[in-house]
């Protein structure tokens, strides 16, 4: 295996074709080449999908009311479903041990006005956990804290646009907003990351201070976080448990999806993870297709290698070379051209998607890469592919008989 001679040999025999063997090798870079980048882009593009549409607890479940479709229990079509604290407390405390935690809101409409420009906005009532289910970040000051549920404090946090539309070209924090009748400071301004005008025109303030302000125990959504670790499954099975225990509780037709509206992110995940799957797939078949035409193409080579030196093998095997050591020959040239080749389509394609970084983010692709677990396995897919390119022209050699072999012209 590691006779120098032997090296030496074979490295002649690959050099003395080089135009056939570059040619047989490129296909398998190019197989290899396609395989690890069509890969490495593949999870860029999942990437991109978790950034762009998976973000803040993506995996969360909400909650709200509707208006129902069908009559139910008694009850009449058309019934406006509105849910409320006491329904926060029943979920909290019948899935304690799948919940990481649990928030409520209260959205209103109000106008808006300083000194200077009033309009009318979305308002809403929130607990501080909420700022990690949002696609938001807070740039400028904080958001809504402990403190500020506890003492009903009259502190906002407003978007972007909103800080544009009462105090441009100023800095908001500190100043002061009218939201109804009431006066609130500013403490923090935020950006959406999905950069919608609707997102930063929103207003957020204490869940408790709306609770006292409007009397009222209503929420307008309930949102849940499933603790971390849970699958997919569970929590597709949480969100069937909490819709159906609110169902019961507010007499809703378990069909009747315009009285109560639940969205359950995991549904969405999973759908994207199979579609991932199915991307997967196809990019096996690909890179699979192109890796077996470049086993044909050098099994070909090696084919036309063992037919040029017949006579060589023969007189080989004349002064006494065994069957394993004309196999072992063959099969080490295969392997060589094999690994060369392949090892360089490996190398350009990772290079390739290690490199690109965000400049493919307009296509949802963000950090493209390869795993090393990918990249041993392409190592070990390299070498098996080579085996089997050149195993079946080596067996042809290995059963030459010499006296066949000197006859040959």
Known sequence: MFDSDRWR?????????????????????????????????????????????????????????????????????????????????????????????????????DTVKNESNSGSYSITGVYPEYEHVINEKVTLGRFINEKDMDNQAKSIVIGRLVAQDFYPNQVAIGKYLQVGKSMYQVIGIFESKDGGDNAERAIYAPFSTFKTIYATDKVSSIIVVPKDGLSLDNIENLSNSIEQNLRKRHNVAPTDYGGLWVRNAAESMKDTNQFFVILTVIVFVIGGGSLIAGIVSIGNIMVFSVKERTKEIGIRKALGATPFHVLGLILQEAILITLIFGALGIGLAALLVENLGDSLSEYFIYNPGVETNS???????????????????????????????????
Request: proline residues 2%; glycine residues 8%; contains cysteine.
């Open 9 to 109: 040999e074979i490295w002649s025999s690959i050099t003395s074709n080089k135009l056939r063997t570059a040619l047989s090798g490129l296909t398998i870079a190019l197989a290899l080449f396609v395989f690890i980048t069509l890969y490495g882009l593949g999870n860029g593009l999942q990437n991109g999908f978790q950034q762009e549409f998976f973000q803040a607890n993506s995996l969360n479940i909400s909650v709200s009311g509707g208006t129902t479709d069908m009559p139910y229990q008694g009850y009449k079509q058309g019934r406006t479903i509105e849910l409320d604290v006491k329904d926060v407390h029943f979920v909290k405390e019948s899935f304690t041990r799948d919940i990481k935690y649990i928030v409520s809101t209260i959205a209103k409409t």
């Open 375 to 409: 990249l041993i396995t392409a190592c070990i897919i390299l070498f098996m592919s080579g085996t089997i390119s050149g195993l079946i022209p080596a067996l042809n050699a290995a059963r030459i008989k010499p006296i066949d072999a000197l006859r040959d012209e």
